[in-house]
């Protein structure tokens, strides 16, 4: 007599397509993806490497005894020692940050409209010639100019030799933030428009030019200051006894006093720094000073949503006001 075949139950069937895919993302979410813990780790360690001696920078310039730690104490003292021994280098460090972001603003603004409106070799090549400085370490660019300029000594003792010099540096930075949002932007459309409306040229530029690179000449003002702040190489190259800014003071004061001194003298840098950097973050600057262009599609693309949704307030307040004014228009019934 043979066996009866049986057909299986719903418990004995082999799963489906989808019911394995699901138990394959059940494991895979159970089980720990050891690629992305690895990640984790590599990224948490870099972070530690390099922030944690800094935290131990500012540590030392908090404690009253750099060498018997926290115990010793908490104090201000270090951070008042630095701004009264080398208030003067952090003054002349602001007064040549401003100078340098005014020299640059003048010159780079209208640089990267220019360099934006057109579309030649040329002005491609002379986008590519202002990225030298860049390129170049700045030992180099301060040889050049004292090799120039060294000889008229006037100029190479005065607080302008250095502006000078920050000024060639963080230029291509200004340029390329300028000409990244005009180019973003149809300035010439816009351009076009206005002038067949009557307006000059001037009345283009700040009435339709700026109020548009807006963003990319905070942007720029925001690197080129942080930039000017923070450069050393140039700086100790230019640099005299009577002209003597923040970044050289910071080496000066680790070299030749307290270790706690220097370290209250990274406190104050810190302080100045910081906040830019964080203006920065909060524009989608990267650290080559340009801006994120996703970031500024999604501001052009609210920007468009809010003039086409006045667009249209205005519009249904036209309609109304003309519905208006035609019911008020007719004659009233006598019946």
Same mark, same amino acid.
């Given at each position: 007599m043979s066996e009866?075949?049986?057909?299986?139950?719903?418990?004995?069937?082999?799963?489906?397509?989808?019911?394995? +895919?699901?138990q394959v993302r059940t494991r895979r979410l159970r089980s720990p993806n050891w690629i992305t813990v690895g990640q984790v780790m590599v990224t948490l360690a870099l972070c530690a490497f390099l922030i944690v001696p800094m935290l131990m920078s500012?540590?030392?310039?908090?404690?009253? $005894?750099?060498f018997r730690g926290i115990s010793s104490g *908490?104090? +201000?003292?270090?951070?008042?020692?630095? *701004?009264?021994?080398?208030? %003067?280098?952090?003054?002349?460090?602001?007064?040549?940050?401003?100078?340098?972001? =005014?020299?640059?603003?003048?010159?780079?603004?209208?640089a990267g409209y220019a360099l934006a409106r057109s579309r030649t070799r040329l002005s491609? +090549?002379?986008?590519?010639?202002?990225?030298?400085?860049?390129?170049?370490?700045g030992l180099a660019t301060a040889l050049g100019l004292l090799a120039i300029y060294g000889g008229f000594s006037a100029f190479r003792n005065s607080l302008w030799f250095i502006v000078v010099g920050h000024f060639v540096f963080t230029l291509p930075f200004m340029v390329r933030s300028v000409a990244a949002i005009c180019a973003s932007i149809d300035l010439r459309t816009l351009e076009e428009g206005?002038?067949?409306?009557g307006a000059r040229f001037s009345q283009r530029f700040f009435t339709i030019v700026l109020p548009n690179a807006w963003p990319g000449i905070l942007a720029g003002a925001l690197t080129v200051v942080t930039l000017s702040l923070g450069e050393f190489n140039l700086t100790w190259m230019l640099h005299t006894p009577d002209t003597?800014?923040?970044?050289?003071? *910071?080496? %000066?004061?680790?070299?030749?006093?307290?270790i706690e001194i220097g370290s209250a003298y990274t406190i104050v840098f810190f302080a100045i720094t910081i906040p830019l950097l964080i203006g920065m973050q909060l524009l989608g600057i990267d650290p080559g000073g340009n801006l994120d262009p996703q970031r500024l599609q999604r501001k052009?693309?609210?920007?468009?949503?809010?003039?086409?949704?006045?667009?249209?307030?205005? =519009?249904? =307040?036209?309609?109304?006001?003309? $519905? $208006?004014?035609?019911?008020s228009a007719l004659p009233d019934n006598p019946l």
């Open positions: 009866q075949t049986r057909e299986p139950t719903i418990s004995q069937m082999p799963p489906g397509p989808a019911t394995q +895919l699901a500012v540590m030392a310039g908090l404690t009253v $005894n750099y *908490l104090t +201000l003292r270090w951070v008042s020692n630095v *701004l009264e021994t080398y208030g %003067d280098s952090v003054l002349t460090s602001l007064y040549v940050a401003a100078a340098t972001l =005014a020299l640059v603003l003048l010159t780079g603004v209208p491609r +090549l002379i986008e590519e010639m202002l990225v030298l400085p860049i390129a170049l370490p206005a002038a067949s409306l003597k800014t923040l970044p050289v003071g *910071l080496a %000066d004061a680790y070299a030749s006093m307290r052009h693309a609210k920007r468009r949503a809010r003039e086409s949704a006045n667009a249209g307030a205005n =519009a249904a =307040a036209s309609i109304d006001a003309a $519905n $208006n004014a035609s019911a």
